[in-house]
């Protein structure tokens, strides 16, 4: 299957050049050719299958033999097999229009692992393959740089670099990820907020010499590897519903910052999965929220929220989907992609807005009302919900019409974020792992938040 640019400047590649190209060499992101199509037969078939063998399926459509089978069947072997869970990705009933689907059973208690396990075996992989090293460079708002770090610490032919903003990160996501002492392993805590970090990420990255130098690769969710890998539970909870009969207007509500794991979700359905609406779910960084009720995207004041791994302004994936609301016209996303550079905004209306609207539904959640979310969900159901979870679910108790059911996304364990629940006077006891962490020594450089800053650092450890 052939990879293409959201801004049509590249010759297409394949999926594993997909994956190491990260972001495009136009400065687009990376999108499949054509979106693989099931028939019903299809889905029906896969009904039963467990999460690895699901996963099998679909990367095996988007990799279209690009890696054997065989080896394929290992990588996802190896990468879910880490999982807390045996389902890996279990589906709760909360109640009957309710349920959450908990994504955070890998080694870091947040879903990015579900991606960033795959992708960290599949780095090894070519890496190992083609006799090349692979030097990663991310940034973090806080998860993803310590399930990106646990993905590939140690592993031959990988170093990482990680950035995140200094002190705006939970405790727990600090030390996961500075207490790894692995030698391949760099932390950057960065001066600025995660927005800086991203930008200095993208500009580095976009200065195509300097990628090239340092065999630069992405582990961000600009990656197309992340995205697909996050299709999968989607189906998976798809699936789990049915069996129990619910097979029709069937919701997810999905807390979002970088617009990655939703846009998986309206992947899923433009491959044939019957859902009903994406809901996406904000805290009081609410800029995709407004660009869904009034076609509006346009960054507005960072604000540090209970829910720091959604406090984003500036969503990296929002392209993608831009992309596929202006008939997959490159043209056309290049201009508003300019305009947005040059204006700060972009805006949509008519008939366009009206297909936004047909998507997705959206809700922006303030920081009392989502304590007041883990309050109420944990007195009335017993289920005690981290606050990125309370965003989906307080999204989904707004959204879901008579006759509906939502999966809200539980994208994180609330052990990772005891500073917000303690909030709201609930004591829980963290799992082994965790509470590990706060005996270990840290390793990590704090740096000015600029490009030559960072690129000084690199340049050092790479
Ligand atoms: C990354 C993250 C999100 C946001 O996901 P996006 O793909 O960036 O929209 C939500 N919740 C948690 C806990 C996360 O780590």
Known sequence: MDYISTRGNIAPVGFVDAVLMGLADDGGL???????????????AWRGLSYPELALELFSRFVDGEI???DLKRLVDDSYGTFRDEAVTPVRRIHDRLHVLELFHGPTFAFKDIALQFLGNLYGYISKKNGSTIHILGATSGDTGASAIEGVRGKEGIRICILHPHGKVSRVQELQMTTVDDANVLNLA??????DCQRIIKELFADVAFKQRYHLRAINSINIARILAQTVYYFYAYFRLAEQGVRENVNFSVPTGNFGDIFAGYLAKRMGLPIGKLMLATNENNILERFVTEGVYQPGEFRGTHSPSMDIQVASNFERYLYYLNGENPGTVSALMDAFKRDGRIAVEGDALRRVQADFAAYGVGNDECLREIKVCYDEYGYLLDPHTACGVAAANRLTADGEVTVALSTAHPAKFDEAIRLVDIAQTAPAQIAALSDKPQFQTRVAG?????????????
């Open 190 to 195: 960065v001066d600025g907020n995660f927005d």
């Open 68 to 70: 054997p089978r065989g």
């Open 450 to 462: 600029t490009n030559e800053a960072v690129a000084e650092q690199l340049e050092r450890f790479f």
């Open 30 to 44: 990376l999108v499949p050719k054509h979106i693989p199509q099931l028939s019903e037969a299809e889905l029906d």
